[in-house]
């Protein structure tokens, strides 16, 4: 389980080589809250709202001006500057375009030494990718490069995912094949925090749906199409 507790958080914006502390003065407030171990939690709201802000947060790319984010019983930015055993597809994921799959995993991998060449090849086996394929990531679609942001997130097989709009340039296919590997990370007792636009998938997925309202963060009992259009149009 994690917690976040009362807070208020200052925008920054994430480049995937640098982090830049760039005050926006977008501000999150939120009142305490915790996501349960082993459930797929969703997370919804216009754009702009602060979703992304709090995925920053809880990573640890971003530190809050007031109260604390709690993972696994620690204080990240006191007691850890980022948390042990997090994945995350933030944004668009961002590779080396002239190398494989294969090769871009294993220069992540090695940042911390954790993973060998097995769990690499599962990880993008696990999303339908091919880790034989020498194709530079370079020339793949987004939806690939979704598939790959994915393999990349569960490579060291972290207890908590946070997933920015995954589905996003996927085919109906994709979609599909994408909600079952998270149902599938879900029954391996993985905690998930989704970001999605779309209500189907978060009817299909979610335990639990948060939405995120000017920086506020509120808990829905139930999302309708009409609730969620609303939502992301104003």
């Known amino acids: 389980m994690f917690k976040i507790c009362a807070h208020q958080f200052r925008q920054a914006f994430f480049s995937p080589r640098l982090y830049l502390a ?6 999150i407030q939120i009142i305490s809250i915790s996501f349960e171990k082993g459930k797929i939690h969703g997370i919804i709201g216009r754009n702009g709202s602060g979703k992304t802000v709090l995925i920053k947060t809880i990573c640890g ?28 597809i933030i944004e668009a994921p961002g590779f080396l375009p002239s190398v ?7 220069y992540l991998a090695s940042l911390r030494g954790r993973i060998g060449r097995d769990e690499i090849r599962a990880a ?20 690939m490069k979704q598939r790959l942001g994915l393999a990349q997130a569960i490579m060291e097989d972290p207890d908590i995912l946070l997933l920015d709009e ?3 340039g ?31 998938d978060i009817n299909t997925l979610c335990d639990t749906v948060h939405e995120m309202d000017h920086g506020v963060l509120t808990e829905k009992e139930h999302i309708s199409s009409e609730c969620l259009d609303h939502n992301l149009k104003n």
Do not use: W
């Open 166 to 168: 995954p589905m996003n």
């Open 124 to 143: 993008i086996s696990f999303v339908g990718l091919d880790p034989d394929d020498k194709k530079a990531v370079g020339k793949y679609s987004l939806g």
């Open 170 to 200: 996927l085919d109906n296919s994709g979609v599909s094949e994408m909600r079952n590997y998270l149902l599938q990370l879900r029954e391996k007792g993985k905690t998930i925090l989704l970001i999605s636009h779309s209500i189907e």
């Open 100 to 106: 494989s799959a294969f090769r871009n995993l294993s």
């Open 22 to 27: 760039l005050i926006l003065g977008c501000t």
């Open 61 to 88: 790319l971003i530190h809050p001006d007031q109260g604390k984010v709690i993972v696994d019983g620690k204080v990240i930015g006191k007691d850890v500057d980022f948390p042990e055993s997090i994945g995350a």
